[in-house]
C-alpha cells in the first residue's frame, strides 16, 4: 500500500515533465486564488481545532519557510512578455521540477519519520498536522 502514493506522484511528475517545456499564459489577476484558498483552509482549520502556542509557533515558521520555497521555485520559472500583445507566458524549466521532487521526498521522509523507526524522533501528529 506504500508504493501507491509514490505512483501516484511519479505519474504526476511525468505528466507535468511533459508540458515543461511548453509555454503557457501566466494570468496575473488569477494568482491570489490558490493561496487565498489555502488561507480559507487553514483559517477554517485553526478555528475549529486551535492548536497549541507552540505549535502557532511552527506554523508561522512553516509559513514563512514555505514563502522563501516558493519564492525560490518562482525564480527558477522563466516568464516572458510578448512585445506584441503584452501578455505574459510562463516555461517550466527542469531545475523547477527537481525542486519540487526534492520538496516531495523530504516531506515524505519527515511524514514518516515515525513509522520508519528513527531512534529518538517522536513527532506529535496533530502539531504535524497543523503545520504542515
Same mark, same amino acid.
Given at each position: 500500500?506504500?508504493?501507491i502514493?509514490? &505512483?501516484?506522484? *511519479?505519474?504526476?511528475? $511525468? /505528466?507535468?515533465?511533459? #508540458?515543461?517545456?511548453?509555454?503557457r499564459?501566466?494570468?496575473?489577476?488569477?494568482?491570489?486564488?490558490?493561496?487565498?484558498l489555502?488561507?480559507?483552509?487553514?483559517?477554517?482549520?485553526?478555528?475549529n481545532i486551535?492548536?497549541?502556542?507552540?505549535?502557532w509557533?511552527?506554523?508561522? &515558521?512553516?509559513l *514563512?519557510?514555505?514563502? $522563501? /520555497?516558493?519564492?525560490? #521555485?518562482?525564480r527558477?520559472?522563466?516568464?516572458?512578455?510578448n512585445?506584441e500583445?503584452?501578455e505574459?507566458?510562463?516555461?517550466?524549466?527542469?531545475?523547477?521540477?527537481?525542486?519540487i521532487?526534492a520538496?516531495?521526498?523530504?516531506?515524505?521522509?519527515?511524514r514518516?519519520a515515525?513509522?520508519?523507526?528513527?531512534?529518538?524522533?517522536h513527532?506529535?501528529?496533530?502539531?504535524m498536522?497543523?503545520v504542515l
Amino acid at each position: 500500500y506504500q508504493l501507491i502514493p509514490i &505512483a501516484i506522484i *511519479l505519474v504526476v511528475l $511525468a /505528466l507535468r515533465f511533459r #508540458r515543461l517545456t511548453r509555454e503557457r499564459p501566466l494570468r496575473v489577476e488569477r494568482l491570489w486564488i490558490v493561496p487565498a484558498l489555502y488561507l480559507a483552509i487553514t483559517g477554517f482549520t485553526f478555528w475549529n481545532i486551535p492548536p497549541a502556542p507552540m505549535t502557532w509557533a511552527a506554523a508561522a &515558521a512553516a509559513l *514563512l519557510a514555505g514563502a $522563501a /520555497l516558493g519564492w525560490q #521555485r518562482g525564480r527558477m520559472m522563466q516568464i516572458t512578455v510578448n512585445p506584441e500583445t503584452h501578455e505574459i507566458s510562463q516555461r517550466g524549466s527542469l531545475a523547477a521540477m527537481a525542486f519540487i521532487l526534492a520538496l516531495v521526498l523530504i516531506r515524505s521522509l519527515a511524514r514518516n519519520a515515525e513509522t520508519l523507526g528513527i531512534p529518538g524522533v517522536h513527532f506529535d501528529v496533530m502539531a504535524m498536522t497543523d503545520v504542515l
